[in-house]
């Protein structure tokens, strides 16, 4: 059985090279809303297996080798490489393989993989929010205080909106949460910079409950302004 990977809870993942029984590393670029390759220095690095998580998981990421964009499926086993305080989840490509994998920088362990017996209580990524549970008749007062703190933080002018949203489409970047391509007429951009299609954004603060609203990029608390609304001024 899987689970439906929805974030990573670090900014490094790693595919293994069962060949020659190394790693890459990739890591995320959230101005771009891609991964992309990886190569510092890491020693002591050693394999464990997380026993917080109780299923597997799998999504659709996307890759960036050079000038090269590619976006293929992957699943992790729960296994992942310790670099000190760093957990990185160990990924499996789904279908089409990444080219150009084989000329990064390569990484070993201190443990053999097929010994990956070592459980440590360890969360490597976060699923989709549960769906929003329907309104009661009469909301509770903190209820409605909690919704006034979502909306401390404001919103950036929709002049600047449209602007980052138009930098954003000519890119070829696509909605972090959808994976589709960005229009600046259906994009809404968050106070922390960050593009989406305005629909998935909705659908993304309506979850939240009347909890502060966290970026699904960067996890900042944030506030939308749509790029494009046709009856309104910048």
């Known amino acids: 059985m899987t689970e439906r990977i929805h974030n990573f809870t670090g900014n490094l993942i790693a595919f293994y ?10 890591s995320w670029n959230s101005t771009a809303a891609v991964w992309g390759a990886y190569d510092r220095d890491h020693e002591n690095i050693s394999l464990h297996k997380s026993s917080t998580h109780t299923l597997n998981g799998t999504v659709d990421i996307n890759v960036r080798l050079g000038r090269t964009r ?25 279908g089409n393989a990444i080219q150009g994998i084989q000329k990064l920088k390569q990484y070993t362990v201190t443990v053999e993989h097929d010994t990956a017996t070592y459980l440590i209580n360890s969360r490597l990524w976060l699923t989709p929010p549960a769906a929003a549970a329907a309104p009661s008749a009469a909301p509770a007062v903190a ?9 401390q933080k404001k919103g950036i002018p929709r002049r600047i909106a449209w602007l980052i949203a138009e930098d954003a489409c000519k890119r070829g970047d696509l909605c972090p949460i959808v994976q589709e391509e960005l229009s600046p007429l259906t994009s809404s951009v968050t106070s922390c910079f960050h593009v989406f299609n305005t629909e998935a954004i909705a659908s993304w603060e309506a979850r939240q409950e009347g909890r502060e609203l966290p970026c699904p990029v960067c996890r900042e608390p944030c506030q939308t302004t749509v790029a494009y609304e046709e009856s309104s001024e910048a």
């Not at 992957?74 to 992942?80: A, E, L």
């Not at 209820?143 to 909306?151: E, G, I, N, P, R």
Request: proline share 5%; aromatic share 12%; hydrophobic share 40%.
């Open 17 to 26: 090279r069962p060949i020659k029984k190394t790693y890459y590393f990739f």
């Open 70 to 94: 590619h976006r293929i499926g992957i699943i992790s086993d729960k296994c992942f490489l310790k670099c000190g305080n760093i957990h990185i989840p160990i990924l499996k490509a789904v």
């Open 143 to 151: 209820s409605s205080a909690s919704v006034s703190q979502v909306h």
